[in-house]
């Protein structure tokens, strides 16, 4: 995708400060630190999020991001971190290349609040629910 700002990343076009490259995964800082370190992984191949991406290829994104953690861990002194995926514009993905979030954490006032808050939907039928998400995975 030639508008893609990740996949000028990939081709050279644009710059970034690189972490991690192999033939099919590129890491990268992201260029509004949410925290020192906040780093972005993604496949050099284009694809729009989660969804689209073929499950051997996901594999190695997610195990790139674990090797990222485990490395602000230990270089940077990072008690925590967040790894996180958005999926689609409601979810807060602003760029539409699949892409994960490795996020340090350093305290719990570094001003990065994700919290799930109950909504209270106990009127749910959640055995329901279950099973039709349970059907509907291949």
């Known amino acids: 995708m030639s508008d893609c700002i990740f996949c000028k990343i990939v081709n050279g076009e644009i710059p970034c400060y690189k972490v991690y490259e192999d ?31 073929p499950e051997d290829l996901l594999g190695k994104v997610i ?3 674990q090797k990222i953690a485990q490395a602000e861990v230990t270089t940077l ?18 760029v539409m290349h699949f892409h994960v979030h490795v996020i340090p954490r350093y305290s719990d006032n570094d001003k990065l ?3 799930f808050l109950s909504n209270k939907l106990e009127k749910l039928n959640l055995p329901s629910i279950a099973e039709d998400i349970s059907k509907s995975i291949k």
């Open 23 to 53: 033939a099919e995964v590129l890491a990268f800082l992201d260029i509004s630190q949410t925290t020192k370190g906040h780093t972005l992984v993604i496949p050099k191949e284009h694809f729009d999020n989660i969804l689209y991406c």
């Open 77 to 94: 002194g990072a008690q925590g971190v967040n790894i996180i995926i958005n999926t689609n514009e409601v979810a807060g993905q602003t």
């Open 113 to 115: 609040r994700l919290e």
């Open 63 to 65: 195990r790139v991001a």
